[in-house]
């Protein structure tokens, strides 16, 4: 059974129409983050939620914005998506954000910017 | 500055045949060191921690170790299905810091 669920898993919008991605956990994990994917490269973090206490990455650019309304759902949104925005968008979860914790994924949403 | 790097950066093996994916870290407190496994289109599915030099876990046909300064993820006599991406990943405080990933392709 999926544990970190994202939707959609396809997304298409076009140049500057905002768009929310959604993730849910059934683990009941503290922490939840939200990460970037490009083509062949690394995850890269974007901001991430110790419970409601929200942490933006400084490099995050400001047209990327999420909401926590309670322990199950995230929701990243883009405010004014550009085409440098196309990307797999990853949500993940862990039980603590120290020490190491195991972080699961979900199956991502893939963004695509006309 | 922390950094993670993986290679090779793509890895064509026959099936049967051994080999190791490298990771080499550079970290100012290493709380952990993780690998997963990544197919296209999907999203990471974990696969090991490791949390000190010495430390080796095994699953299946994988094996990965863990030096002070790298890590290996061994494949012994690899299938088709293995082939995907390895990630390797390090814990900074309170972050997961991610290499480019090894692309493997085991071929029948």
């Known amino acids: 059974d999926a544990m970190v669920i994202q939707n959609p898993r396809y997304q298409v919008t076009q140049f500057g129409k905002p768009v929310t991605l959604s993730c849910s956990q059934t683990l009941n994990h503290n922490v939840m983050y939200w990460y970037q994917q490009k083509s062949s490269q690394a995850p890269k973090l974007l901001f991430h939620?110790?419970?409601?206490?929200?942490?933006n990455e400084a490099d995050t650019p400001d047209n990327f914005q999420s909401r926590r309304p309670n322990t199950s759902f995230c929701f990243l949104d883009i405010r004014s998506p550009g085409l440098g925005d196309a990307a797999m968008y990853l949500c993940?979860?862990?039980?603590?954000?120290?020490?190491?914790?195991?972080?699961?994924f979900g199956a991502g949403t893939r963004l695509s910017v006309l | 500055e922390d950094q993670v790097t993986q290679s090779p950066e793509a890895l064509r093996l026959q099936e049967g045949e051994s080999s190791s994916l490298n990771c080499s870290y550079t970290v100012s407190g290493l709380r952990g060191l993780f690998w997963y496994r990544q197919d296209p289109g999907k999203g990471p599915e974990f696969l090991f921690t490791?949390?000190?030099a010495g430390e080796e876990k095994e699953k299946e046909r994988l094996k990965a170790t863990l030096t002070k300064k790298e890590s290996f993820l061994h494949i012994t006599a690899p299938k088709p299905e293995d082939s995907a991406t390895y990630l390797c990943a390090v814990a900074d405080t309170n972050k997961l810091i991610f290499g480019t990933g090894t692309l493997l392709a085991v071929q029948p």
């Open positions: 993940a979860t862990s039980r603590d954000s120290g020490s190491g914790d195991i972080q699961y």
């Open positions: 490791l949390y000190s």
């Open positions: 939620y110790y419970d409601k206490d929200f942490n």
